[in-house]
């Protein structure tokens, strides 16, 4: 209700500015104490045990600054980033738009950060030990790692990879390789399977011994023969989970003036393609590996959907700018109720139950 009321306020903003405020809002906001494993939700994935599936999607957070303080509006983890090795200042403004007759969002930010230095030292100064194989210690905090402009556009971009685990590696509980925005050119092409062999070897051969898993993230807007060769590729190099997905390039059917903007499309039109996508990987995967379902996710109903099939986890983050600060709240409510009408006693036992 409170949400709805100032919505209109923030609407009258630019939206990178009512972003930026909203950041302002969290730093302000007391840091809260570790969030207890709901024992309906908690669920072990790539061995670090999440108190409930409902994550913030890199994004929002992309300088770490607020990224500890999330479980306290219910989030059971939270991924900040992209943050890439050197700070750059991204595409230029303006670069974010609402659809609101879509409930959606078109970004071009083009990985815009502080770089992963500032960061490192600024996640230092509150980063609990990691909590990978532990029960009840927290944030769970994933950091999302990507190549610079310059490095990506000139075929170097697997170096500012390994820099990126290296450096944050001892300061996340997993690490997010993205190769799937739109809005840096030359990065998407890091998917096609020669080059994602030589990224994934150079990245796994980077992480030390006992260092944090690496979650890949892909795009929606993938062919056939795309989706089987990435499936097969994380099993190569034995990736620890999948995200799928993250922002489109495609226009659906939308009724926004601002529909034709450059940039990757997010919010409730990207639903039922994310949901194509993993129902794509779960079929050639199986249980072999964690998938993570992101993408047009705003109720419990959709994240019930997305668990079903075959995400161990759901991470959200347009769907903050139409519901509000404590969606994953009201989410993980609605999980819970979900699952109780049908007689399910753990999110576990849910993952994809669909086949």
Do not use: W
């Not at 129902?279 to 109720?299: E, K, M, N, S």
């Amino acid at each position: 209700m409170c949400y709805r009321l100032i919505r209109p306020l923030l609407f009258a903003l630019d939206a990178e500015r009512a972003h930026h405020l909203s950041l302002a809002a969290l730093r302000m906001m007391p840091t809260p104490s570790p969030l207890a494993p709901d024992p309906m939700l908690a669920i072990k994935v790539a061995g670090i045990c999440f108190p409930n599936p409902v994550g913030l999607a890199a994004g929002y957070d992309k300088d770490g600054r607020i990224a500890h303080k999330m479980h306290g509006l219910g989030f059971g983890f939270a991924e900040l980033g992209t943050l890439t090795p050197l700070a750059q200042p991204g595409n230029p403004q303006p670069r974010l738009f609402r659809l609101v007759e879509d409930r959606a969002v078109i970004n071009r930010f083009g990985f815009n950060n502080g770089g992963q230095g500032a960061a490192a030292d600024r996640i230092a100064r509150y980063r609990r030990p990691v909590v990978r194989e532990s029960e009840g210690e927290g944030p769970v905090i994933g950091i999302n790692i990507g190549a610079n402009k310059d490095a990506a556009a000139a075929g170097r971009g697997i170096a500012d990879y390994v820099t990126g685990v290296t450096c944050m590696a001892p300061l996340a509980d997993y690490l997010t390789v993205n190769i799937s925005s739109p809005n840096t050119p030359g990065l998407r092409a890091l998917q096609d399977r020669s080059a994602l062999d030589a990224l994934l070897s150079a990245v796994m051969a980077a992480r030390a011994p006992g260092g944090p898993p690496i979650f890949l993230k892909v795009a929606p807007d993938l062919e056939p023969a795309d989706v089987e060769d990435i499936a097969a590729a994380c099993i190569d190099h034995r990736v620890d989970a999948l995200i799928v997905s993250n922002t489109t390039i495609t226009r659906p059917a939308l009724r926004s003036a601002r529909a034709g903007e450059a940039g990757g499309l997010s919010g409730a039109p990207l639903t039922d393609l994310s949901l194509a996508r993993l129902r794509d990987f779960r079929r050639l995967l199986g249980d072999r590996l964690p998938l993570i379902g992101v993408g047009g996710i705003a109720t419990g109903t959709q994240a019930y959907a997305r668990i079903r099939a075959g995400a161990s986890l759901v991470q959200l983050y347009s769907a903050l700018v139409y519901e509000g600060p404590y969606l994953a709240r009201r989410i993980n409510r609605e999980l819970k109720a979900l699952m109780a009408r049908d007689g399910v006693a753990t999110v576990a036992d849910l993952v994809g139950i669909d086949g």
